[in-house]
């Protein structure tokens, strides 16, 4: 007997079959470039609205803390060269242990989870915003030394590591002018001897990478919060 003829299946010659894996990496190819296009455009969005909200919490707890400030503890201060028409805020030297610049002067009267001490001493808090390679922070002391005897420990608190500048703004006869550091030149308003002129605003400027924000914060205590 003669041995039965084989079948043969059909199949893909060399040429389909490398046709098709030239396909298929084309689509995937497209599928994994469109897959990072959406992964950075999601990334850079998500970044660009961290940043903002980012910015616009450090000006809600600055405007809070600068409308609730009631300095009750002038005396205390060193180098007093301003203060504002409600007396809440100031510009004073910072504390000599940490620099001897300037900085607007603020007091926490009460809990904050922001000015936590090792000794939980007391609520009155006097602040000083501080702009260093860090970033904002804000240098604090409790306005009664922890000790008798000895002088009230100072503290850091980091704000912002994305402040890059602080703008302060002046008003005078010319109009608005904004300087990168407090006037303490010694001459108030009338231009005649006596205490600096005191801002009416501070400026923030936010950078991180290519995005760059600004904020705009009142020092002066007499507007209407609506408007600031």
């Known amino acids: 007997m003669e041995p ?4 043969l299946k059909p199949a893909f010659t060399l040429i389909e079959v490398v046709l098709a894996m030239s396909v298929s990496a084309i689509v995937m190819l497209g599928c994994c470039l ?16 961290s940043l903002k909200s980012h910015a616009d919490g450090v000006e809600r707890f600055l405007r809070a803390s ?3 400030s009631l300095l009750l503890y002038p ?10 028409a409600s007396k809440t805020l100031a510009i004073a030297e910072l504390p000599e242990s940490v620099s001897s610049d300037y900085g607007v002067v603020f007091a ?5 989870p922001l000015f936590l001490s090792p000794t939980k001493f007391s609520p009155a808090k006097i602040c000083w915003l501080n702009l260093d390679d860090d970033g904002l922070s804000i240098i604090w002391r409790h306005a009664n030394p922890e000790d008798k005897n000895s002088d009230a420990a100072v503290y850091k608190t980091k704000i912002s590591p994305f402040v890059k500048q602080i703008g302060y703004l002046y008003q005078d006869e010319s109009g608005w002018r904004e300087e990168d550091e407090l006037d303490t030149s010694g001459l108030n308003t ?11 605003y501070i400026k923030l400027y936010f950078s991180r990478g290519d995005e760059k924000l600004e904020r ?12 600031q």
């Open 108 to 112: 926490v009267n009460g809990q904050h």
């Open 34 to 49: 469109m897959m990072f296009d959406l992964m950075t455009t999601a990334e850079r969005l998500e970044r660009g609205w």
């Open 75 to 84: 005396s205390r201060i060193n180098d007093v060269q301003a203060q504002n």
């Open 190 to 200: 009338s231009g005649t001897e006596g205490n600096s002129n005191m801002p009416s």
């Open 216 to 227: 705009i914060i009142s020092l002066s205590g007499m507007m209407d919060p609506v408007l």
């Open 66 to 68: 600068f409308n609730t």
């Open 4 to 7: 039965a003829a084989m079948k």
